[in-house]
């Protein structure tokens, strides 16, 4: 009972902000073989190519053709990865340099073994054939040891005004925070990091920004750009607003997206979305120490979340900003990875609030979702496709 009161006041505020979209999901791809797609990213060349991220390994190129059977395979890191578990390890993230039109360059996020670890690597595009990408030509940037197959993130992004890369790492795995790593500045797990992957700091393989939050502590690793993360899974800077958006993976009660900011804590594993996490104070009495959250430590709320109600486990994706569903400019696509829920938010960085959660889409019944969204991306024309876990591509568009 006390359980159902405190959702209570979640449940009527997230039901005074829901309204319908006034969308509809459209196959696309129905005839191509996807498995397990997790990223779709259209470089800035002018090729309009969209290269669609598979977790078991390959990243092929979606043809033009969305009723065509066939697509050409850019890349098979089968053998590059290594695998545990194939749930949640694997071909993770993908991010093209923002000069890709003219050095070929892209990035990955995969998981390897022995000792287990994400790791980030270049890569080039093969010299005869702009389709093929260039295995030999991986150059590692950096490898966060992870203690579980669990909670590798992978997400990686540049930014838009100044084309420096950030990556996102989980918190190290397993349940109920018990590596105790996203507080501790001097690990990468559960943060966010930023590098210029075309510079050089020291001897490292990539440059450290100046302005990077903790490049002047001599006990944190210069790389953090943000923590307190359990494991993000949808980020996306909007070019408008400059708002970088995250969408973090809760655990037992509820999913939240935030708004990253320079330094900001966000408060894993002390908290689960706006509330205490009751687990993490239990975990510290099991080892004798004080469950009060770290000396000086300031964190920082999420802009929304959803309990067990409407999710289990969060998908982030985009700010919408394309031409054919006006109606939706500025808000931000996510989704439930479990029930198969879909929404589109707006916030108000001048209210400082949510303003609005429209209904994408709801399953009739969510014991059998229509799609398990991976990731919500905008095409060629900036307009929404959903990603789905077994394999279903959706396009987002307007009723009628």
């Known amino acids: 009972?006390?359980?159902?009161?405190?959702?209570?006041?979640?449940v009527f505020s997230g039901a005074a902000l829901a309204e319908d979209?006034?969308?509809?999901?459209?196959?696309?791809?129905e005839n191509l073989a996807i498995e397990r797609p997790v990223v779709m990213k259209v470089p800035?060349?002018?090729?309009?190519?969209?290269?669609?991220?598979?977790?078991?390994?390959?990243?092929?190129?979606?043809?033009?053709?969305?009723?065509?059977?066939?697509?050409?395979?850019f890349l098979d890191g089968s053998e590059l990865i290594g695998v545990?578990?194939?749930?949640?390890?694997?071909?993770?993230?993908?991010?093209?340099?923002?000069?890709?039109?003219?050095?070929?360059?892209?990035?990955?996020?995969?998981?390897?073994?022995?000792?287990?670890?994400?790791?980030?690597?270049?890569?080039?595009?093969?010299?005869?054939?702009?389709?093929?990408?260039?295995?030999?030509?991986?150059?590692?940037?950096?490898?966060?040891?992870?203690?579980?197959?669990?909670?590798?993130?992978?997400?990686?992004?540049?930014?838009?005004?100044?084309?420096?890369?950030?990556?996102?790492?989980?918190?190290?795995?397993?349940?109920?925070?018990?590596?105790?790593?996203?507080?501790?500045?001097?690990?990468?797990?559960?943060?966010?990091?930023?590098?210029d992957v075309d510079s050089r700091t020291g001897g490292?393989?990539?440059?450290?920004?100046?302005?990077?939050?903790?490049?002047?502590?001599?006990?944190?690793?210069?790389?953090?750009?943000?923590?307190?993360?359990?494991?993000?899974?949808g980020i996306w800077i909007d070019e408008e607003t400059g708002l970088f958006y995250l969408a973090d993976v809760g655990q037992d009660l509820y999913e939240e997206i935030n708004i990253i900011e320079k330094g900001g804590n966000y408060g894993w594993e002390f908290r689960e979305g706006f509330h205490e996490f009751a687990p993490r104070a239990a975990l510290m009495g099991l080892l004798g120490r004080k469950p009060g959250v770290p000396k000086g430590a300031k964190f920082l709320d999420p802009i929304h979340e959803y309990s067990r109600i409407d999710g289990l486990s969060i998908t982030g994706g985009f700010?919408?900003?394309?031409?054919?569903?006006?109606?939706?400019?500025?808000?931000?696509?996510?989704?439930?990875?479990?029930?198969?829920?879909?929404?589109?938010?707006?916030?108000?960085?001048?209210?400082?609030?949510?303003?609005?959660?429209?209904?994408v889409f709801k399953p009739e019944d969510p014991r059998e979702p229509l799609v398990q969204p991976t990731g919500f991306y905008p095409d060629e024309n900036g307009e929404p496709v959903v990603l789905g876990w077994k394999g279903k591509l959706f396009r987002i568009v307007p009723k009628g």
Not at 22 to 29: A, D, F, N, Q, R
Not at 45 to 70: M, W, Y
Not at 329 to 353: C, I, Q, S, T, V
């Open 84 to 195: 545990e578990k194939d749930f949640e390890e694997g071909l993770l993230g993908l991010a093209f340099h923002p000069g890709f039109a003219e050095n070929g360059k892209f990035y990955l996020a995969f998981s390897r073994q022995g000792p287990k670890r994400l790791v980030v690597s270049e890569f080039t595009v093969s010299g005869d054939d702009p389709d093929r990408a260039d295995l030999a030509s991986e150059r590692v940037l950096l490898q966060c040891e992870q203690p579980e197959w669990n909670h590798n993130s992978g997400n990686l992004l540049f930014d838009p005004a100044d084309g420096l890369l950030y990556i996102c790492i989980g918190d190290g795995g397993l349940k109920n925070g018990v590596y105790m790593l996203p507080q501790k500045l001097t690990r990468w797990n559960g943060k966010v990091l930023r590098i």
């Open 1 to 10: 009972m006390r359980k159902l009161l405190a959702l209570l006041p979640l």
């Open 319 to 359: 700010v919408y900003r394309g031409e054919a569903i006006p109606g939706l400019d500025g808000h931000f696509f996510y989704g439930d990875w479990r029930l198969g829920n879909l929404w589109a938010l707006f916030y108000d960085p001048a209210k400082g609030e949510v303003t609005r959660n429209a209904v």
């Open 44 to 73: 800035d060349d002018g090729t309009n190519r969209r290269f669609l991220v598979e977790q078991t390994g390959k990243i092929k190129i979606l043809p033009a053709d969305e009723s065509s059977s066939e697509a050409k395979v």
């Open 204 to 233: 490292l393989p990539y440059g450290i920004p100046e302005d990077n939050p903790f490049v002047d502590d001599p006990l944190a690793c210069p790389e953090i750009y943000a923590y307190g993360l359990r494991n993000p899974w």
């Open 21 to 29: 979209a006034g969308v509809v999901l459209e196959p696309i791809y």
